[in-house]
């Protein structure tokens, strides 16, 4: 498997970890945190596999605008900036507007979003 496929595996396995269902042990912000993930390994990896060494970051902007030297990014994905803000803030206890269902329900939205823009 070429590095950058790896990545992408990587980028869908945190996908599919922001979709486990909430329980008390369980919150939202975590899975949010897993969808930001998801987009970045992804982007990483495209970023890999047009032969560029990714930042050590976790902003998806900075990503995106490094990818657009190679390939026109749909808006669907130049969205998914939005979910920077869970890379970092609420991946620990601390002074942040609650996450709730519906604001977890669009961030995993967004990621699918940036992995099969077929989905609506």
Request: charged share 35%; with cysteine.
């Amino acid at each position: 498997m070429e590095r950058y496929e790896t990545w992408i595996e990587r980028a869908k396995s945190s996908l599919e970890i922001s979709k486990i269902a909430v329980n008390d042990y369980v919150y939202y912000e975590d899975l949010c945190y897993q969808s930001q993930q998801a987009v970045e390994k992804g982007l990483k990896g495209l970023l890999i596999y047009y032969g560029v060494e990714p930042k050590f970051t976790h902003d998806l902007g900075i990503l995106l605008n490094e990818l657009e030297k190679f390939t026109e990014i749909p808006e669907k994905i130049k969205e998914a900036t939005r979910l920077t803000k869970y890379a970092v803030i609420t991946r620990y206890p601390g002074e942040y507007d609650e996450i709730t269902k519906e604001v977890y329900e669009e961030s995993v939205k967004t990621a699918n979003n940036c992995f099969d823009m077929d989905r609506k």
